[in-house]
């Protein structure tokens, strides 16, 4: 999955690109291969998107490059075809033009879903990319940003980078596992705090003791006939009682540090609030419906938790469709690990009446503060 956080990124919408399967095989022989690519555009802004016009662009070719040599078998499909458009470019053979129709934005928080299907993989391996050119309101001319697109072989498959634990004692090395294929111009290689790590020959890999909470990165590189593909896992481990680093501190006298369990919850009018970690802790969250929602097709109140350490975005959400059962049903709960220093994202869905609490609890001293490019 590739993500950029809006820190990263000159467009106002937050592009999110996967693939089907993933990664992309090449075609082999006379059936071709066909795979999907899914866009998610979310606005994390604390202000409403207005976009003037969205290209989405496939190199079309039989390179390594390339990702297609047939543009026209590209389905394109929106799951909000009521407010928004999406057509391809009659004069640019692979790309498609998302534009608004009438009420066509993006309030906070909100999330369009843009699919490309039975797109027919050329068979060259190699990393492509989908080229994203936005134009918003008020955006200072067209922006663009790349999303690598990898085609391995046929049949080869890689994924489920996980550690064996997700909290470590610090100290403690972390065990990671993975699933992938061997063959000649496969190489693996383990990416974290320390010297890059050659694990081509491993699926099972202890890192060295650490100290910090750490994210891993596994870079697998394929190459057949000069043609290279390029796919990357992330994964987070969490140590406990991490390593304290300080530039200076001075004590006057005895100091106690008491962890102090915060509730908090959004404001009424507020959907989505963002927020950075000075220290580990949890964060639990309990969502419940005023009243019981038995439509299946009606909107339930959700809450979710995004949290996002060194590139590596872990999301929990919970929905309520049943009203409180008794005086102390707190309702439909989560828990987000949130390591010090991480980017935590809370929104909730209120188009149907509910309440919600949060509960921040810290391992150490430190708040769960707005994030400093969401304070005004």
Known sequence: MARRSPGESLLAVTYTVTTRPSPLQVSQGATPALASVDVVLTNHRDETVVPEEIVFAFPVGDGPGDLTANPGGIEPRLDDSRRWRLEPESDRPGAFLLTPKRGGELEPGEELVVTFAHIQINPAVGTSRLTVTEAVEGGGGPQHEDHPLAKVP???????????????????????????????????????????????????????????????????????????????????????????????????????????????????????????????????????????????????????????????????????????????????????????????????????????????????????????????
């Open 154 to 376: 046929a049949g080869f498959t890689v994924g489920d980078l996980r550690p064996q634990y997700l909290l470590v004692e610090s100290g403690e090395g972390a065990v990671l596992t993975w699933r992938g294929e061997s063959g000649p111009g496969a190489v693996y290689t383990m990416l974290h705090a320390g010297e890059p790590v050659d694990v081509t020959r491993v699926r099972r890999w202890e890192s060295p003791a650490l100290h910090q909470d750490t994210a891993f990165t596994l870079v697998v590189e394929v190459t057949v006939d000069g043609g290279t593909a390029e796919y990357a896992l992330s994964t987070l481990v969490t140590v406990a009682r991490p390593d304290l680093t300080v530039r200076r501190l001075t004590v006057g006298g005895r100091v106690a540090l008491t962890p102090v369990p915060v509730e908090f919850a959004l404001d009424e009018d507020v959907l989505v609030r963002e927020c950075a970690a000075e220290t580990d802790g949890l964060l639990i969250g309990h969502i419940l419906a005023d009243e019981d929602i038995t439509d299946p097709a009606a909107p339930a109140p959700t809450l979710a938790v995004t949290v996002t350490v060194g590139g590596a975005a872990r999301r929990s959400s919970v929905q309520s469709r049943t009203a409180a059962r008794s005086p102390e049903d707190p309702g439909s709960g989560l828990t987000a690990l949130v390591p010090r220093g991480a980017a935590v994202r809370i929104t909730r869905d209120d188009r149907a009446a509910h309440t919600h609490r949060l509960t921040w609890i810290p391992f150490g001293t430190g708040e769960l503060g707005t994030a400093p490019e969401a304070v005004p």
